[in-house]
């Protein structure tokens, strides 16, 4: 039997999960790396991918030779805007600069005049998580670590480089530095000029799902598999789990509900504003129309540890779930904790809380934010509604906290549209399946997906009606607050 692993890097942990053609999961593996924080600073040590990558794949050869399945292919997705400085021996010159870590503002507040020229190369305004900000900052104030430094890598880089000997990335990681030109897919010489970057640190740029190089056979060796073994770069994990969610039309919107929040929807217009940002999609036809909320699971997560730390975890969202439900509140928030992202990414917006009277509860502060949280999802959607020309009737959400009944109910609610939990909780991983699986087997993505999409235990929320009044309300004066207060 042919199989394959996906790797599935992400912001907290990396998961190894081998499929067979008929897309079911053989076996999976999950390894936790959490990047240090310490204020604004999100670093990580390289070597903890080598050690997590070579933990995987020993796994994986185990199972495969003692089943004699043949491994046909490693498809790779990851977290997008983690910067690598790399030697000329392959050997980091400093921790990963995380996306989270947030040191790089300065230099959107120095390039504030250019934003204008960046955003309309390449669909985004500058901002400190993508990696033009951070390479700019490592040359800035890290100038013999950028001497010495031969590659300007994400961590999807360096694991191709581990893993091929290869300095290529594809376009959907290069369409998140600030460096590459959306329009002409290549790096632009305007905007390495402005940051001060030498291309020659760049690596080349390919689409992804496109038949790759084989894994170095010394590698593999370790690990006894000795066929040939196809590397594929599936994409970034945005657009991998939009993919798996079922966002594959212009149309559909998938929502991933995690450490922060990410809206994706595939479209082919270009002519969009600032208001949403623009990346490459891992599937040809489409461009990805990405919007971002910096903090979701974050901002829950304050709320617990500050208000309700008696609560284990379980417990604490079991009472969202059953607590929340047609709860109202006069506390209006603003989640924005590490500032906002779109439509205007203020990075000078913070959380507040607005009406606090002797009466508020704890209670009234964690629905506050909750819906907070759902209204800047609504904010985004209406905007994403305008450069898409087809109607949206319903989101797709996945995501650690779309386990939550209640959480997936207010969106709901707050949006007036039908929300779908997939029911495959590794989505992203689903996702860089099909676009490996499609790339190495000649099929188009389309087909493939609606043939092995899972729907079966999909679950459906439907808004309520005799709440729309009260979150029409709630969404209109959290805006008009907002407005007034920026």
């Known amino acids: 039997m042919d199989v394959y692993l996906v790797i599935d890097i992400g912001t907290s942990s990396t998961r190894g999960i081998l499929y067979n053609d008929d897309s079911k999961v053989l076996l999976k593996e999950q390894i936790k790396n959490k990047p240090n924080f310490i204020n604004n600073t999100v670093m990580q040590d390289v070597f903890t991918w080598d050690q997590v990558v070579d933990k995987i794949l020993r796994k994986v050869s185990l199972f495969v030779n003692q089943k004699n399945f043949i491994l046909k292919g490693i498809f790779v997705t990851s977290q997008r805007s983690s910067l690598i400085c790399l030697d000329k021996n392959g050997i980091a010159l400093m921790p990963a600069i995380m996306w989270q870590d947030t040191n790089a503002n300065y230099v959107v507040e120095k390039f504030d005049t250019k934003n204008e020229l960046i955003r309309a190369k390449t669909g985004s305004y500058l901002n400190p998580i993508y990696l033009a900000s951070k390479i700019y900052m490592v040359q800035d104030k890290y100038p013999e670590i950028a001497k010495k430094t031969r590659k300007y890598l994400s961590i999807a880089d360096y694991i191709r480089y581990k893993l091929t000997g290869e300095f290529i990335t594809d376009c959907t990681y290069a369409s998140r530095t600030q460096l590459f030109n959306i329009y002409t897919l290549e790096w632009d010489e ?149 500032g906002r992202g779109t439509p205007d990414w203020n990075l000078k917006a913070k959380s507040i809380f607005f009406g606090i009277s002797y009466s508020t509860k704890k209670e009234d502060l964690l629905l506050a934010v909750l819906e907070g949280i759902a209204i800047e999802l609504r904010n985004n959607i209406e905007i994403i509604q305008c450069f898409i020309s087809e109607e949206i009737e319903q989101v797709r959400v996945s995501g650690g906290l779309s386990n939550n009944d209640g959480i997936n109910q207010l969106i709901s609610d707050m949006l007036g549209k039908k929300v779908e939990k997939c029911s495959d909780s590794e989505s992203t991983a689903f996702g860089a399946f099909i676009i490996g699986y499609c790339a190495i087997n000649n099929v188009e993505i389309n087909h493939f997906y609606y043939k092995h999409y899972r729907t079966l235990n999909n679950k459906i929320y439907y808004p309520s009606l005799k709440n729309k009044s009260y979150y029409d309300e709630k969404f209109y004066e959290w805006n008009k607050l907002y407005d007034k207060l920026y």
């Open 190 to 338: 305007d905007l390495l000029e402005l940051f001060s970057i030498d291309n020659t640190k760049l690596c080349k740029v390919d689409y992804p799902g496109e038949k790759g190089s084989y894994v170095k056979k010394d590698y593999l060796s370790k690990f006894e598999i000795y066929n040939d073994v196809m590397y594929v770069s599936s994409g970034g994990d945005q657009q991998c789990s939009a993919i798996g969610m079922g966002a594959v039309s212009e149309g559909d919107i998938a929502i991933s509900l995690g450490t922060g929040g990410y809206i994706l929807a595939p479209s082919d217009n270009l002519n969009t504003t600032s208001s949403v940002n623009i990346n490459c999609h891992s599937s040809k036809d489409f461009f990805m129309l990405e919007s971002i909320l910096p903090t979701v699971a974050l901002a829950i997560d304050w709320v617990k540890t500050e208000l309700f730390s008696s609560m284990n975890e379980k417990d604490f969202y079991n009472f969202i779930s059953t607590s929340i439900k047609d709860k109202k509140t006069p506390i209006i928030n603003f989640p924005h904790f590490q």
